[in-house]
């Protein structure tokens, strides 16, 4: 009588040893399918999409090799449509087409060129960098086919937005986009008149970034640069100076090389005429139109010239 108890509990171990093992045996089989299936997706996914590989297929056209189109007033009835398009290489085609207008057609791309100017500002923006360096090529070739003409754009605030944007490119780490960016700023200022333009470019060499404060500064030199005498009197000499304080203690060395340019400018314009000790003129004009600390400033960067 005591052996069949015994007997009885027997098949009771086995069968918690065999739940035991019915319990790690889906364990084992939901790890390995499931890891394998993350290894294999993993290793397959990343190779169609990446940006870098499907950047590397778009080619980047000097403006000397774009030719005009044989029919300009068909083709731009689908510029509009084609840079709002979702595949993003048929916006880079499109902004190419811009480009084409803008060099060969400016007369008929005018119509809609406020609108393309939007539409560029917002390719700039996309991460892709086909299109944000195709972008910038395109505003370069609008600089230089309208030129003052885009300062007409005071409704949708479209130039604002495309010397913001370009800013704000040209203080990138990329060293192929800011470079870009740095060739477009630079065929704005050739393009455009520095007094309009200097006015435009005033408000953001107290920008938070310092480094658009830095290309804003430069942009602002390279204008300044262009101008005579009678047209520095007529923006401001003090206007100028004050613009110009600021960078000349920022942290960046291009900001400060650029501000004392335009110190230097200003000077020459101011002494131009002054015959007899231009030097105290200088000291005393500085002293009574700017702050003791800004005068300070910049007489003594004069001096350092």
């Not at 409704?155 to 477009?184: H, I, P």
Request: aromatic share 6%; proline share 7%.
């Amino acid at each position: 009588m005591a052996l069949r108890p015994i007997d009885n509990a027997l098949p009771t171990t086995p069968e918690r040893q065999k739940k035991q093992a019915k319990l790690s045996i889906p364990i084992q089989t939901q790890k390995k399918p499931s890891d394998f299936g993350v290894n294999e997706e993993n290793k397959a996914s990343p190779l169609p999409p990446p940006p870098p590989p499907a950047d590397a297929s778009v080619d980047y056209i000097s403006s000397e090799k774009l030719k005009p189109f044989e029919d300009p007033e068909s083709k731009i009835q689908g510029l509009v449509e084609g840079l709002e398009s979702k595949d993003w290489v048929k916006v880079c085609e499109s902004l190419n087409d811009v480009r084409r207008f803008s060099l060969h057609h400016s007369t008929v791309l005018l119509p809609t060129l406020e609108k393309v100017m939007l539409i560029l500002v917002k390719a700039m923006n996309n991460p892709r960098s086909a299109l944000c360096k195709t972008s910038i090529m395109a505003a370069s070739d609008i600089f230089n086919a309208f030129g003052e003409k885009l300062l007409d754009f005071t409704d949708s605030g479209a130039f604002d937005r495309l010397l913001l944007q370009l800013l704000l490119k040209a203080s990138q780490d990329k060293k192929f986009v800011c470079e870009e960016a740095d060739k477009s700023l630079k065929s704005m200022v050739n393009t455009i008149a520095p007094l309009p333009l200097l006015n435009k470019l005033s408000g953001y060499v107290n920008h938070g970034n310092l480094r658009v404060r830095a290309k804003a500064a430069v942009s602002i030199s390279n204008s300044v640069s262009k101008m005579g005498v009678d047209e520095i009197k007529e923006f401001g000499l003090v206007k100028l100076l004050q613009m110009a304080t600021g960078s000349l203690n920022d942290r960046l060395p291009e900001a400060r090389e650029a501000a004392r340019s335009i110190v230097f400018s200003v000077y020459k314009a101011f002494t131009e005429n002054e015959d007899e000790n231009p030097g105290e003129a200088w000291q005393s004009f500085c002293q009574s139109s700017l702050s003791p600390i800004q005068a300070q400033s910049i007489i003594k960067a004069v001096g350092s010239q």
